[in-house]
């Protein structure tokens, strides 16, 4: 089962690859991930460098997958984190695989049911196998939680995105706020999702994606949109304090202080 399970991880890593590289290529109802990006421009959108992401994302993920077949057919010591997994690594990839078609075909609310879901099963991967509130061996750390950090950390701030674009779509007037009042609530609902992952979960690696995204809006509305791009830069500094607060007043924790610790013991 372990084998079946690490195979099939590393298939759906690929496929999830091959889609979102293939949407570039404009084939998927002639236009592109970016194009419809555009098209639905909202205010909480980043500027455009900061889905360059995905690249450390897909990389992560292809080492990671890589690094369970390995796993799985030497008879390596470090299985348990395939096992817990379980499905839900495969249906959080095949999810974002499904995410690229139903956005390019223009399906905006469908692609925010699925972005939700992606997330959910990225959480529950997360749940299932303790990460980040145990001491796990380095090779874990590195190759299982880092990727799962990075990939659930910028779904969660997507998230955000996908559904003030599909407001964008149905023309929704913003009720009682305006549309720069709604972009600085968003911004502070992925500063406080971000600062519990730091302290609930120890995830510094999911907030720090947080950072990136932040600064990313920051960069796109200097010198246009300055209340959001002041509140963007404002959250994205209190999620490096306390990322930085975090890390050290856990240092002993860390797999690097543990390891230098060991070299001069």
Not at 26 to 39: L, Q, V
Not at 50 to 69: D, P, R, Y
Not at 175 to 190: C, K
Request: aromatic share 16%.
């Amino acid at each position: 089962m372990i084998k079946k399970l690490a195979v099939l991880n590393f298939v759906s890593v690929i496929l999830n690859i091959a889609i979102n590289f293939y949407a570039q290529t404009g084939r998927f109802n002639n236009t592109t991930i970016g194009e419809m990006s555009d098209k639905y421009s909202n205010l909480f959108t980043p500027a455009d460098y900061a889905f360059s992401i995905w690249g450390l994302i897909f990389l992560s993920l292809l080492v990671s997958s890589i690094f369970m077949i390995h796993q799985a057919f030497t008879g390596g010591k470090h299985t348990r984190f395939i096992k817990n997994t379980s499905i839900w690594f495969i249906v959080a990839n095949i999810g974002t695989g499904l995410w690229v078609i139903t956005w390019l075909y223009e399906f905006t609310g469908m692609s925010v049911v699925l972005m939700f879901f992606v997330l959910a099963k990225l959480l529950k991967l997360i749940i299932n196998n303790d990460m980040e509130i145990w001491d796990a061996p380095f090779k874990v750390i590195a190759f299982y939680w880092w990727p799962v950090c990075l990939y659930s950390g910028w779904i969660a701030v997507a998230s955000i995105a996908n559904m003030a674009a599909w407001l964008t779509e149905i023309g929704w007037d913003g009720a009682l706020f305006s549309e720069v009042e709604w972009t600085v609530i968003m911004i502070g609902v992925a500063v406080i999702i971000n600062l519990l992952m730091i302290y609930i979960r120890n995830m510094r690696e999911f907030a720090a994606v947080g950072v990136w995204a932040l600064i990313a809006i920051y960069i796109r509305h200097q010198g246009t949109e300055e209340f959001i791009a002041g509140t963007a830069l404002a959250g994205s500094i209190l999620l490096f304090l306390n990322i930085a607060y975090h890390g050290f007043k856990n240092r002993k924790q860390t797999p690097f202080y543990r390891m230098m610790h060991r070299e001069s013991s």
